[in-house]
C-alpha cells in the first residue's frame, strides 16, 4: 500500500491542492483552492472528488455538500444557494431520484427529480 505524503502542490488548473497525496494525484483527504476563491475539502481518489466533502462556489456562494463520485455530485447531499436549498439524491451532477426543494417564498416541491427537473 502507498503511504499517503501530505502536501501543497500547485495543479494543471491552476488551483492549489493541500492534503494528501499518492502518486503525485490528490489522494485521501485534502483541499483544493480554485484561483476564483472556490474550494472543495473532503476525500478524494485518484486526483478526483470523491466520497463525502464540501464545495463552496465563490462566485454564485452555493455551497453542496455531501457525495463525490469521480469528480461530481452523485449519492446523497444538500444544495443551498440564494435560489433554494435542495436535500435528495444526485446522480452525474443532476439532481435525480427523491429530494427535496425549498425556496425562499415557502414553496416545497418534495418527491421523484429526473435530470434536474421535478417529476411528481
Known amino acids: 500500500m502507498e503511504t499517503l505524503a501530505k502536501e501543497k502542490i500547485t495543479l494543471e488548473d491552476g488551483s492549489v491542492y493541500e492534503g494528501e497525496i499518492v502518486n503525485g494525484k490528490p489522494h485521501g483527504k485534502g483541499k483544493k483552492?480554485?484561483?476564483d476563491g472556490s474550494v472543495y475539502e473532503g476525500d478524494w481518489a485518484n486526483g478526483e472528488c470523491?466520497?463525502?466533502g464540501k464545495f463552496i462556489d465563490a462566485y454564485f456562494g452555493d455551497v453542496y455538500e455531501g457525495d463525490w463520485a469521480n469528480g461530481v455530485r452523485h449519492g446523497k447531499g444538500k444544495l443551498t444557494s440564494s435560489n433554494f436549498v435542495y436535500e435528495g439524491?444526485?446522480?452525474?451532477d443532476k439532481?435525480?431520484?427523491?429530494?427535496?426543494?425549498?425556496?425562499?417564498?415557502g414553496k416545497v416541491e418534495e418527491g421523484n427529480w429526473k435530470n434536474g427537473k421535478f417529476t411528481g
Open 95 to 105: 439532481i435525480h431520484g427523491k429530494g427535496k426543494m425549498t425556496y425562499p417564498d
Open 89 to 92: 439524491d444526485w446522480v452525474g
Open 33 to 35: 483552492t480554485w484561483f
Open 50 to 52: 470523491h466520497g463525502k
